[in-house]
């Protein structure tokens, strides 16, 4: 039996201005992205460190271009704090998400990461005992229990050089959380990291909530990993892409969302240098790959 796909295509604006390497497309003004964006299809973005972090300014901002808010990352460091500190911390993001329009919150662990600095990915942190998965993901689940409650589900981002980065950390996290907690599965990451992206999708499918498309170039992963590149040099040198231009099976992964009938957004979430790879050119050529995709027997909203 086939279910129903219901998605809407979006973006993260990281394919023009990069937020954690700012020489990457820094002097790219936001509206030039967001003009674009609109221009290719996009039906929305998510936020960048150019957005105004206010809910008025930024419908202003998103409107006359006909986007929506798709979500925002959040820093959460629960890996170091209660749930009760992270409550405290995160009002004013969480009122901006669910004012703006958002449903889900991008949720980034990065208490201990590495991923902003210039260490081996092999240095990342890790959880080495049942105790600590367990206590982590309780306070998970408190957090996203609140996250919730107020009009917003937490959509946990496994990512390299972070404490959930493999597909047995990703197994670990949904076995220690509750159904409060969402799954954002990232295609790129996910492969960097070693997983077989059909596989770890097709098994954890029921809790992800939000989807982040980015392809990989085999080559350069292999090399960051040979090398012992940190995670930005990985990026510099062109470890991502967007779908279409790279080894990921989209379709394959298309047809798995499509069968569990997946409601939400597919963002392309690409980090590259578009001094390189030009934003409009490959933020054009995610939307074609993933709206094919999508439309070969399939709903778009």
């Given at each position: 039996m086939k279910g129903d796909l219901e998605v809407r295509i979006g973006i993260n604006p990281i394919s023009w201005s990069n937020d954690d390497l700012p020489s990457l497309g820094g002097e790219t003004p936001l509206e030039v992205a967001l003009a674009e964006g609109a221009a290719i299809g996009y039906q929305g973005f998510e936020l960048g460190n150019k957005f105004p972090r206010d809910a008025d300014a930024l419908r202003k901002v998103l409107e006359p271009h006909g986007l929506a808010l798709v979500s925002g990352w959040y820093s959460g460091q629960l890996a170091r704090r209660l749930a009760a500190e992270e409550i405290a911390v995160v009002g004013p993001h969480l009122t901006l998400l669910a004012e703006g329009g958002a449903s889900v919150m991008v949720y980034g662990e990065v208490a201990d990461s590495i991923q902003g600095s210039d260490a081996p990915l092999y240095k990342r942190p890790r959880f080495t005992h049942a105790a600590q998965w367990r206590e982590?993901?309780?306070?998970?689940?408190?957090?996203?229990?609140?996250?919730?409650?107020?009009?917003?589900?937490?959509?946990?981002?496994?990512?390299?050089?972070?404490?959930?980065?493999?597909?047995?950390?990703?197994?670990?996290?949904?076995?220690?959380?509750?159904?409060?907690?969402?799954?954002l599965f990232d295609t790129g990451h996910m492969t960097f990291a070693g997983g077989d992206v059909v596989a770890v999708l097709e098994k954890h499918v029921a809790r992800v909530c939000h989807v982040?498309?980015?392809?990989?170039?085999?080559?350069?992963?292999?090399?960051?990993?040979?090398?012992?590149?940190?995670?930005?040099?990985?990026?510099?040198?062109?470890?991502?892409?967007?779908?279409?231009?790279?080894?990921?099976?989209?379709?394959?992964?298309?047809?798995?969302?499509?069968?569990?009938?997946?409601?939400g957004w597919l963002v392309v979430e690409a980090e590259q240098d578009p001094a390189v790879a030009p934003a409009r050119e490959y933020a054009d050529m995610g939307y074609r790959c993933l709206s094919r995709l999508v439309r070969d027997g399939r709903t778009m909203n």
């Open positions: 982590y993901g309780e306070r998970v689940t408190a957090f996203a229990r609140y996250t919730q409650d107020h009009g917003v589900r937490l959509a946990y981002h496994h990512h390299m050089g972070a404490y959930v980065e493999t597909p047995a950390d990703v197994d670990r996290l949904m076995d220690n959380t509750g159904e409060e907690v969402g799954l982040h498309c980015k392809d990989v170039r085999p080559d350069v992963v292999k090399l960051a990993r040979n090398r012992g590149w940190s995670f930005l040099e990985s990026v510099i040198n062109g470890a991502f892409t967007v779908p279409g231009d790279g080894a990921i099976d989209f379709a394959a992964l298309i047809e798995i969302l499509r069968r569990h009938s997946y409601r």
